[in-house]
């Protein structure tokens, strides 16, 4: 279902900006009073040059008169703008950090609803980035949007202010603004070469050290870790060569942006300075000058809140990616009270990535019995323990359970009714007792060291140094152990259909069988799905359904089974 | 601790000459701050009020080329700054490659390209920013001096206040900090395994409970940004108080000033001071010290956190003792932690020179433990353990055995510098030929293109990668071989053949973690281990006495697998008619599940700019 749902044609520069709508409608009223910060502070900083030349020419004048009032505004224009400032660093912040908490929730729910086949659009670790990464860049659009008015006020108004106090001294500076900039652009040398021969230098060692890192226990018993570290680190003297070429040429590029304000401010006060020698200008007008000179600059700034609006959109155009997720839908029914977890498939067929890899399924898995399927790799075993268990919708078909159709199941009945084990179980829940505990609700802990007996996973687990507490970063836990847990999982959350795809491919034969024989004696769901891989599974259960190319080529018991060469050659290496 | 490390970095004499030299070209930077002001006052008081414009322009090309020259000063730090970021970086590297190594950590790798990064750029910022303060308010200080000395009564108060206020803060503004980027690794950590597990998670309809505990983790992030917003106003007012605040004692003083001889141009320069080079001065201080200091302190503190207890064996070789069994166990009992329960529980057991021994039992019952504490990788909690006479864990115990895991190690170099791994002396190619064919490895040595030929680590299957450490081990001077599964990935014809050449080596003994029936079939004897409790014997003996080994061995049992018919190299897996589990006694793919702990920052979550 989820693969038939259309795509975008082309993805826009503008699929982010609902998104970037919806987060500044989600802090709308703090964006405003940000704005109005903002805007007040800048208003502030354009009035304060004109307000302190006119106070010191007041001062030199020696006019006692009118001195005090134009002491107490600029005063006033100086302290008014740190507590402004100061609002402005706090709704920044906090209007930041609270859209970023509200688009991360609603990148999280979305994620969830759609479930396992999100990854199919999206891998897992993008899933991450757009989750943590790009919600936080995103959520920059609102604080940045409400100080743009300021930002392109500050330098519009230093000219402005410039060309107020003196004509010339506005067209020094514009005059003088791109003729300086390119000349320093013409010293500007690429740099991108450096940073991708360090980039390239630093792989080179993690490689080498991811190698050794696979290799760890050879090492360690060779007693060769101190040779290792050598060979890891052979490459750093290139690595450390390059490095400094990079803050040569950084430094090069630093030293050049840092002359251009200053030089610019030196040529408003050279014609300033002449203007004032010709007594068309005050001491006072000369220094604001100077400061409208510096405001001025602020234009480069005003790139840099670009670039940060730019930033936040790509951003929010990825969180669109999420937002588009078709989330799983579920209905209103439920199961029947006295059901015996009877499934039946009818017609099923599954498509993945446009080519159909089951066709024409009819099953039934009658209450109570078990059924294992088998088939090469590729012949559509997972995409059948996936649709059972509703992990996704056939294309085509209906499969029901107890006579309900999974889809109209509700989602509490559906999950409490159908429990998964799988070949490699990803472990959520923080310790390896939560492992266990992990699902729709959470079995007692009695239930979780029952289903850890059955699974053959309380010896291990009791040799873990907090036992079932033991945090999963910490217990470093081999293939089989990782299933046993799986399994503990399924079995603790057992309801009507427990299905289990090639959950128990790294054990050895005779947990495995240990595990099988518990799975029939003590726990609860009465029917089961089985991929398997082993002709001794299949021969356990009650009848096996035997995949080939997406199609059912036979059903039977193993022993009937077997008969058919190409039934066997499945088990063949 | 960490400025401990921090000052004996910087004390190590080239970083002192680097040091050295910022600060020089610091000064260089220092003198254009001093023109600023001082240019500007002479301009106007000599040039410009005088009537002399001719003279104020020249003040102002003064001014000019003090930029020029400053600017230049500018660009030459950046290459001191070079001097101490990268000897950083590379003591930082070096740290995190032999912490790795030494504790087979696998998330060192990110913390390689992307901790160690984060604490060199952070580095080289902090430092430009606090020289580039502490330089310029020298120049500033020194050009009001040099204007009138009593600017600097009217100044200097409220910037000391200012920054008083500021150091008082640092410290809690830290502690947020800290705070911040733990929750934001948290929330990553959690996301990670939420988006890798998705499936688990709709399978387990455990949305609501994911959504809660992974919804808690945002609000904690919540949380500590805002707490650390609130924190960090009292930059802005330490900002103010240092930076702006100077302007309105100066300009109430103006009257008493222009009283005592201070002119206007004075006045403007030292206005100049303050707002051009005081106020962006401590403007990046403020702000790249309140960030990035916590940011680096913790990097740091991640990057050098001591390693875990010393484990690794001395490679050192001294004369071995004569005598001894190849291998002996006394009373060895060993356990992973404190509350756990032993994995091995009093085990004795002895295997004579020349002897060869199996090792089976399902899959996570210790049989790794056992090969690692033979090989003296582990030590045990009580017993003894000695290999050729010798304690397991003495020095030289590489001389002694010679231990190949599952997870063979083949690194990118020649083919032959590969095998010749274990070797210290010259080996000849045809020694190295020879091991080769023994363990059946000649067809892959051609394959391969001969002994010198490159070997691409990715691109030689599991298989080949098992006979390359295989041939290594062969050539390896070590009498005593622990196989532990090493040929697992080999077909059973090939695992006989090589585990036949190990129990040919003349003086050589052989310990075999055993992967199929076959192992056990070929030995002389077989350690049988079942939880604590452990059989050994010879495999009829084995076969009459232990329930476990027939269970292992296929042989009885409820199992319609039937009988295994592995007589030394013929594979075990089922025939027609027969459903057996192709005789596999013990798991494949001991995969290391070890969640690999989140780095800081990573995909520039933890910025959270």
Redesign the interface.
Known sequence: MAATVPRHAAPSARDGDPILRAALRHSAGRTLALAAVTTASTGAALLLPAVLGHTLDLLLARRAGDTGRWLLLSTALICVPAVLDALDELLTATTTARTTAWLRRRALGDILAAGPRATARIRAGDLVTRLVGNTAHAATAPATLAGTAAAVAGPLGGIVALGVIDPWLAVAFLAGAPLLALLLRAFARASTDTLTAYQRIQGDIAGRLLEALRGARTIAAAGTAGRERERVLRPLPGLSEHGHRMWRVQGRSTAQAATLVPLLQIAVLAVAGLQLSRDRLSVGDLLAASRYAALATGVGMLVGHLNALVHSRTAARRLAGVRALPPVPYGTRRLPADGAGTLRLRGVRAERGGRAVLRGIDLDLPGGTTLAVVGRSGSGKSVLAELAGRLADPDAGEITLDGVPLRDLTHKELRRAVAYAFARPALLGGTVGGTIAFGSFTPPPAAVTAAARAARADDFVRKLPAGYDTACADAPLSGGEAQRLGLARAFAHAGRLLILDDATSSLDSVTERQVTDALHRHVAAPTRLIIAHRPSTAARADRVAWLDGGRLAGLGTHAHLWREPGYRAVFGE | MILRHGTAFLRQPPHRRALAGLAAWSVVEAA?TFT?GYA?AR??DD???A???AA??AW?AA??VA??A???G??????Q??GL???L??AL??RV??R???D???A??SR??HQV?IA?DTF?GLLMVARSFVFTAAGALAGLFLLAPVLLAVVVPPLVLGLALFVLTLRPLARRQEAYLAA?EA??QS?????????????????????AG??AL??E??RT??A???W??T???A??VAG??P??PL??A??WL?DHGVT?GA??GA??YL??SLLPALQSLVHGLGTSGSRLVVVLRRLTAPASAP?????ASCPVPPGGPAVELRGVTF?????????LRGLDLTLPVGGRLAVVG???VGKSTLA?LV?G?LGPWEGEVRVGGAPARAPG??AR?????Q??????GTLGENLR??RDDPVGDREVLAAADAVGAAALVRRLGGLAAPLV?DELSAGERQLV?LARAYLSPAPVVILDEAACHLDPAAEARAERAFAARPGGSLVVVAHRAGSALRADRVLVMD?PGTAAGTHAELLARSA?YR??M?AG?????GALGDADGVDA??G??L????G????????????A?RDLAD???A???
């Open positions: 254009q600023t500007l301009a106007l040039g410009f009020l009537g002399r414009p104020g322009l102002l001014a000019a930029v020029a400053g600017a230049y500018t660009g030459r730090t950046y290459r700054v070079a970021a990268e000897p970086r590379d590297v070096r490659v032999a790795a190594l030494h087979a950590d696998g060192a790798v390689l390209t990064e060199r080289a934001d929330l990553s996301s990670d395994a939420v988006c890798a597990g998705l499936r688990d998670v709709t399978a387990g309809g455990a949305e609501r409970v994911v959504e992974t919804g945002v609000d992030g919540l940004a805002n650390l917003a609130r960090s106003v930059r802005v007012v900002l103010a702006r605040l302007v309105v300009l109430l103006t009257p222009l206007p006045l403007v206005l100049a707002t051009q484990d690794a064996v001395p490679p356990g992973y932690g404190r509350h756990a329960e032993p994995v399902p899959s996570g690692a090989a990788l115990a590489a055995r010679v231990l190949i895991p997870e063979a190690y083949v690194f990118s791994y274990l680590p450490a939880g476990l269970d292992l296929g049992g409820s199992d319609p697998a897996v089922a027609p008619g459903a057996g589990d192709g596999h006694v013990v798991a494949h793919g001991a995969v290391r599940q070890v969640q702990a995909g520039g979550a910025g959270g700019q």
